[in-house]
């Protein structure tokens, strides 16, 4: 376990090494300052490795956005948000996800996938004023296509469609339809942790890009 712990601060500090090349002292103090609280978090078991050297590389893209970052920031009681940041009067909520499948949902895993995304997206925007998600590039996200459409073009068929989906496998608590009918994303952010950097598309280019090349299908409403 301690040799875990160890790899887990050598790793976080290679990364940093990476990071923090030409950036003003600043952003350095601030990129450090997130690297130890994840290993202080790492140390209570709460993260691991491939989420937290994503949630790192995000960071720095943030902060040299002119965002004030936290991560593992508790929203509530329950949700526990992976980036929050907030530049000015708003504020910024990402989510990481690595495309790891719990090996009770070996069976199903796309669709459990789709679910769990539905429900990050619903749950976590009504906290933001933007909503992203982030991922790896060697990952196809396959949240619901309806998610990335505005609001006010959802159907109420597609609305139900989706409560069904979470419902299957998130109740507690259930979202709602009124959740779903307002919850929304704004960017996907995909993160190369082999180059330290980040990329950012609009969902609903993403989702046309993916549909059209076939690589995701839409779950929620087949």
């Not at 691991?48 to 956005?65: D, P, Q, R, T």
């Not at 907030?86 to 495309?99: A, D, Q």
């Not at 060697?138 to 959802?154: D, E, N, Q, T």
Request: glycine share 4%; aromatic share 10%.
């Amino acid at each position: 376990m301690n040799n875990r712990k160890e790899r887990f601060e050598q790793d976080l500090t290679a990364l940093l090494s990476r990071l923090t090349l030409g950036v003003e002292k600043e952003v350095e103090n601030k990129l450090n300052m997130l690297k130890d609280w994840l290993v202080n978090l790492q140390k209570e078991n709460v993260v691991k490795i491939n989420h937290s050297v994503m949630e790192l590389v995000c960071a720095k893209h943030l902060i040299l956005k002119g965002y004030e970052v936290q991560l593992e920031y508790p929203l509530n009681e329950v949700l526990t948000c992976d980036l929050y940041s907030i530049k000015g009067y708003g504020n910024l909520i990402v989510e990481i996800e690595t495309g790891f499948i719990p090996p009770e949902y070996a069976l199903c895993p796309l669709t459990y996938t789709s679910a769990r995304l539905a429900s990050k997206i619903i749950r976590y925007s009504s906290f933001a004023g933007k909503f992203a998600l982030g991922m790896p590039p060697h990952y196809i996200l396959p949240f619901p296509r309806v998610l990335a459409k505005p609001p006010r073009r959802r159907t109420p068929e597609e609305i139900k469609a989706i409560k069904k989906l979470c419902d299957k496998y998130y109740q507690n608590p259930p979202v709602t339809e009124e959740e779903i009918c307002n919850a929304r994303i704004q960017e996907i952010y995909i993160i190369n942790v082999d180059q330290a950097k980040v990329q950012e598309i609009d969902p609903e280019a993403y989702m046309k890009r993916a549909f059209s090349k076939g690589l995701i299908f839409d779950y929620a409403v087949s």
